[in-house]
């Protein structure tokens, strides 16, 4: 519970900021202070255990199937990391509060660092790793958003942008590389992957998860060649860099290396990749640093070397090189952060972080002056400060391997020379800021910031003098614990000792130390003439040239493939069907099933025919469209017929009164639209578009043959038998719709329902011109409605809601129901719309068809939610029998009342679809219906 | 008579889809009307064809499948439904663009 606690507090008080954003400076930076404060206490708080060497761990289950789980874990190594980021998050919240001006937005910035910080917890303390994953995203988020800061400068976004891609790119191979670790390791917990090292080691995936999860490492880590984000970061707020790039961010694949350690180690493909890629790295960045003329470009090369210089070490692959490495990074953490610390002070000071403009500010800034020298010297290596300490050691380790045979001796002097040009730029970044000639023409005139600016830096400064001096009475309890952590064993014999005679290492130091000085003293004109005459290569041109190309090959594509033509990618769509449909039949190895065919009988033969003919005339007579309309009614109308023949009368049924409806709606329409359509393909076009029908016709065929050639297995006898006694009604397909199956009966009234409104609202405002002229030129006829007409329909109407009433009546028994009887009535009142009119029947039918509809669908609604109030599933059915004098036996069914829904639906929704059609250019009779 | 059958979906899709790939839109919906047949048919056809067996449950009596047949009947609903929304949107298009070409445009 405490150890959420450290994890959830930064988070929750990220708030706090925000709502004290406009109540002064001090406020904010103070609610801010608070939660990482208690924060740091609750992780001291398990200072005892840590000392006993206890691992705690808690946990909570979150999706377990998947094997996540919100657990934590508290150990050495995630005890230190919690520390550093704490404390010196602590230090920056201090520093901040300073650094920003005025009208900064002080509270985002101090939500941003808390989520940040968050974050960086939740990465260490993560006892699962796929919710180590998760804040491993929420870090490069949550980094994107702190260095962009300054979003009204471009370098910001642009640099923000570079290292979200980088590090969030490296966080989908870790994905992939985790989601493999836990499957090799059969659980994603922790302490469970920590001890099955061996079976990694030995699977035939652990190659591809050790470089996946590398890469994620690397690119956090800035490490060659995903080195380039990190000193274009640098345009983000100086402390936003003293944190995320001394401490925390950049640590984090550092930490995944030491956590991982025992599992993922140990193996050729570690040591070469690591190592190698270590050692790259620290040679690149030591020699990038040195010709920065950036303030902060030199620290952040800087920072890329030491990271180098960790990640050999953690490549080493040996007890004591891992020792050295976590030893290095605290070391790196503290004197980084200051120097960072440091060059945003002068920034601050002076107006300019460019060493060629920078001199002798040691008259104007004393203190800072002298804290930025002893953290220089630091990060050189200087005996007496705690960077001698671990390079020492760093030094002895290069020297006591021996995988590359007779290349061994590479590594320690390669070493060496980037320790001689570490000297070099450290010399360089004292020299040129602190010491020569009072600067010239700086944009401000420099004097020391406030006492608590420096504070930070102080203390850091101060922590690197007592560990340089002390080692045995601060750190090493610490080193020991977090390093015991790490490799999960006992820890070789070691002592942290500033003194350990006179050995190889310490050579290779002082040749470093008196190298580097004289480099710089000497050499360093030659030296940047050379660089100068180097092409120049921006990673960020390159990267944005890249992903513009991207873009710009991605709208070409799109627009050769999406011409916006809905033909072409109808056309297009239809062949990626038939390729991939037919793909699949091909492999059919044959098409006739074992099923016997059934005997032709010839009535059934001349309906398919007719069918078939009916359905080539629509094709080829398409551009008369009246004419089409009927053929296509032909070609409904026997459809009816064959579900009549093949035992579907309730089909039958429907189809018929539909085909009814839809001539008239087709009639309706084509009355607006033009009477003709013109002759506009070519030839070739038309032949490819039979060639694509008739592959789709030929596919169809294909299929509806070898399933019915096949036998096959159906749940409907259960339909079949309980749907007398559950369903209490003879017919089954009607006990379908409105009992067993009534849940989908009532979505599908639902979309009849909206089909109508939608149309309703459609045809809001669309005025067509009616034509002055009937088909072939000839004059509408005179009398609009005849007398005829209008007295059958008259005297039908009545019979035809009486039969209608009937067949709804019978449904449940016998084919009918409330689908077809609604049907029937709808033709029966269309009827009466044609014969007489729109005006006359309106007249006399004043049913607002919209609210029929609705009311329809809520009655089937309302019926099926009467079973749960009886404790049953909802449009559960009920049923009763009533003896009525001279009717006789009479089933009442609550199912009948959910059909009656139906039959108003249907009745509501076709009639709203067809009036308002018919309505279409008469705005006058519009608000009627 | 499966043949004779499949081979009539064969021949009602084909005019379809090659009516839906002309560029009116009359057409086009005329395509739909005829590939919501086969539809219809291929679908119900999945309870097999079988004479003389209606699913109205009697004494000594063969049913044939009951569950395709259900479906199939809202299907011929939703279909006619969905005919309508698409003339009804060919005709807000006629207004709106003053063609009724499926582009948007006359070419």
Redesign the interface.
């Known amino acids: 519970m405490l150890l959420a606690l450290i994890v959830a507090l930064p988070l929750l008080g990220s708030l706090l900021p925000v709502l004290l954003d406009r109540r002064g400076r001090r406020l904010p930076a103070f609610a801010a202070a608070l939660p990482a404060a208690i924060a740091l206490l609750t992780l001291l708080s398990f200072t005892r255990e840590m000392q006993a060497e206890q691992t705690i761990i808690v946990s909570y289950p979150w999706l377990e199937s998947l094997g996540l789980n919100l657990s934590l874990r508290l150990d050495g190594l995630s005890f230190l990391f919690a520390l550093l980021i704490l404390g010196i998050g602590l230090l920056v919240i201090l520093y901040s509060r300073y650094y920003l001006s005025t009208e900064e937005a002080m509270g985002r910035f101090y939500a941003y660092l808390l989520v940040f910080m968050s974050a960086m917890l939740g990465i260490v303390l993560s006892e699962n790793l796929l919710l180590m994953l998760v804040f491993w995203e929420m870090t490069s988020l949550s980094s994107f958003l702190l260095i962009s800061f300054w979003s009204h400068r471009s370098d910001s976004r642009r640099g923000a942008r570079l290292a979200l891609t980088f590090t969030a790119g490296g966080g989908l191979a870790l994905l992939a590389g985790v989601l493999l670790l836990g499957h090799i390791a059969g659980s994603f917990e922790l302490s469970q992957v920590l001890v099955s090292g061996s079976t990694i080691i030995q699977h035939p995936l652990y190659p591809l998860m050790l470089i996946l999860i590398l890469l994620g490492a690397f690119t956090k880590s800035a490490q060659f060649p995903f080195h380039f984000w990190l000193p274009h970061a640098m345009a983000a707020p100086t402390p936003v860099s003293a944190y995320l790039h001394s401490a925390t961010m950049v640590k984090a694949g550092i930490f995944l290396l030491a956590r991982l350690y025992p599992t993922i180690a140990g193996t050729d493909w570690w040591f070469y990749i690591v190592s190698l890629t270590g050692l790259t790295t620290l040679l690149l960045g030591s020699a990038m640093a040195l010709f920065q003329h950036d303030l902060k470009g030199l620290l952040a090369y800087s920072t890329i070397s030491h990271l180098g210089l960790i990640t050999l070490l953690f490549g080493l692959d040996t007890d004591m090189s891992s020792v050295a490495a976590i030893f290095h990074t605290i070391n790196h953490a503290t004197f980084k952060a200051s120097l960072f610390m440091a060059a945003g002070i002068i920034d601050h000071e002076t107006g300019t972080r460019d060493l060629r403009r920078l001199s002798g500010l040691k008259r104007f800034l004393p203190h800072t002056a002298l804290l930025a020298i002893v953290a220089s010297l630091s990060m050189a290596g200087v005996p007496l400060l705690n960077g001698f300490l671990s390079k020492e050691m760093f030094l002895s380790e290069t020297l006591n391997q021996g995988l590359l045979g007779r290349f061994n001796w590479i590594i320690p002097a390669v070493s060496t020379l980037a320790n001689l040009l570490t000297m070099a730029y450290s010399v360089r970044f004292i020299h040129q800021t602190f010491f020569g000639e009072a600067p010239k023409d700086l944009p401000k005139h420099p004097h020391e910031p406030p006492f608590y600016m420096r504070l930070p830096v102080q203390i850091l400064v101060l922590l690197c003098v007592v560990v340089g001096l002390f080692p045995g009475q601060t750190v090493s309890e610490l080193l020991a614990m977090a390093a015991r952590a790490s490799l999960g064993r006992p820890l070789p014999e070691y002592s942290l000792e500033i003194w350990h005679g006179f050995n190889l290492p310490l050579l290779l130091s002082l040749i470093a130390l008196v190298g580097g000085t004289l480099v710089y003293f000497f050499l360093s004109r030659p030296l940047f003439r050379l660089y100068e005459k180097l092409p120049d290569a921006e990673a960020r041109d390159v990267f944005e040239g890249t992903m513009q190309c991207l873009v710009r090959s991605a709208v070409w594509f799109t627009d050769r493939l999406e011409n916006?033509?809905?033909?072409r990618y109808?056309?297009l769509m239809?062949l990626g069907v038939l390729l991939i449909t037919g793909s699949a039949l091909w492999r059919l190895e044959t098409w006739t099933g074992p099923v016997a065919?059934?005997?032709?009988?010839p009535l059934?033969?001349l309906g398919?025919l007719v069918?078939?003919a009916a359905?080539?005339m629509?094709?080829l007579s398409?551009r008369h469209?009246l004419q089409?309309?009927i053929m296509?009614s032909v070609?409904?109308l026997m459809?009816a017929m064959?579900?009549a023949?093949?035992?579907?009368?309730?089909?039958s049924l429907?189809?018929l009164s539909?085909e009814v409806?839809?001539a008239v709606?087709?009639v309706l329409?084509?009355f607006?639209?033009?009477w003709h359509?013109?002759r506009?393909?070519t030839a070739l076009r038309r032949l490819r578009?039979?060639a694509?029908?008739?592959g789709?016709?030929?596919?169809?065929?294909?299929?509806?043959?070898a399933?019915?050639?096949r036998p096959?297995e159906?749940?409907?006898p259960f339909?079949?038998d309980n749907?007398?006694p559950g369903g209490g009604g003879?017919?089954?397909?009607n006990v379908?719709?409105v009992d067993f199956?009534g849940f989908?009966?009532l979505g599908?009234i639902s979309?009849?329902a909206i089909?109508?409104v939608?149309?309703y609202a459609?045809?809001e405002g669309?005025?067509?011109p009616r034509p002055e002229k009937g088909l072939g030129g000839y004059s509408w006829v005179r009398d609009r409605h005849p007398l005829m007409l209008r007295v059958v329909s008259t005297l039908i109407l009545p019979l035809a809601l009486l039969v209608s009433v009937f067949i709804f009546m019978r449904g449940h028994?016998?084919?009918g129901g409330g689908?077809i009887a609604g049907?029937i009535t709808t033709a029966a009142l269309i009827l009466q719309y044609i014969a007489s009119g729109l005006r006359w029947t309106t007249a006399r039918l004043p049913l607002d068809f919209r609210r029929l509809a609705g009311f329809g669908l809520l009655t089937a609604g309302i019926t099926g939610l009467v079973a749960p109030l009886f404790g049953k599933p909802f449009l559960t059915s009920a049923f009763t029998h009533v003896e009525i004098p001279l009717i006789g036996d009479i089933e009442l069914a609550s199912a009948m009342l959910f059909d009656l829904g139906v039959y108003l639906t249907?009745v509501g929704?076709?009639l709203l679809?067809l009036a308002n059609?018919a309505l279409?250019g008469r705005p006058q009779d519009k608000e009627r219906i | 008579?499966?043949?004779?059958?499949?081979?009539?979906?064969?021949?009602?899709?084909?005019?379809?889809?090659?009516?839906?790939?002309?560029?009116?839109?009359?057409?086009v919906?005329?395509g739909i009307?005829?590939i919501t047949?086969?539809v219809?048919?291929?679908l119900?056809?999945?309870?097999?064809?079988?004479?003389?067996?209606?699913?109205?449950?009697?004494p000594d009596r063969d049913?044939?499948?009951?569950?395709p047949?259900?479906l199939?009947?809202?299907a011929?609903?939703?279909s006619?439904?969905?005919?309508?929304?698409v003339?009804?949107?060919?005709?807000?298009a006629?207004?709106e663009l003053g063609n009724?070409h499926?582009?948007g445009a006359d070419?």
């Open positions: 916006g033509s809905l033909q109808l056309a239809l065919l059934t005997p032709l009988d059934t033969s398919l069918l078939m359905a080539i629509v094709a398409h469209r089409a309309i296509s070609a409904g459809v064959l579900f023949r093949f035992s579907a009368p309730d089909l429907t189809q539909v409806v839809t709606l087709l329409a084509l607006f639209l033009p359509t013109p506009e393909s578009d039979l694509l029908a008739g789709g016709g030929a596919l169809v065929s294909v299929l509806t043959y399933v019915l050639t096959y159906s749940i409907s339909f079949l749907s007398l003879r017919n089954v397909v379908i719709l199956r989908d009966t599908e979309v009849l089909t109508g939608a149309i459609m045809l669309v005025t067509l028994n016998l084919p689908f049907l249907v929704s076709s679809i059609l279409n | 008579m499966e043949l004779l059958f499949a081979i009539t979906l064969g021949v009602l899709t084909t005019s379809g889809l090659y009516l839906m790939l002309r560029g009116r839109t009359f057409p919906v005329l009307t005829l047949y086969a219809n048919l291929f119900f056809a999945m309870g097999r064809l079988i004479t003389g067996a209606p699913t109205i449950i009697g049913y044939t499948d009951p569950l047949q259900a199939v009947l809202t011929i609903v939703i006619f439904a969905m005919t309508a929304f003339l009804v949107l060919s005709i807000k006629l207004s009724d499926v582009d070419r």
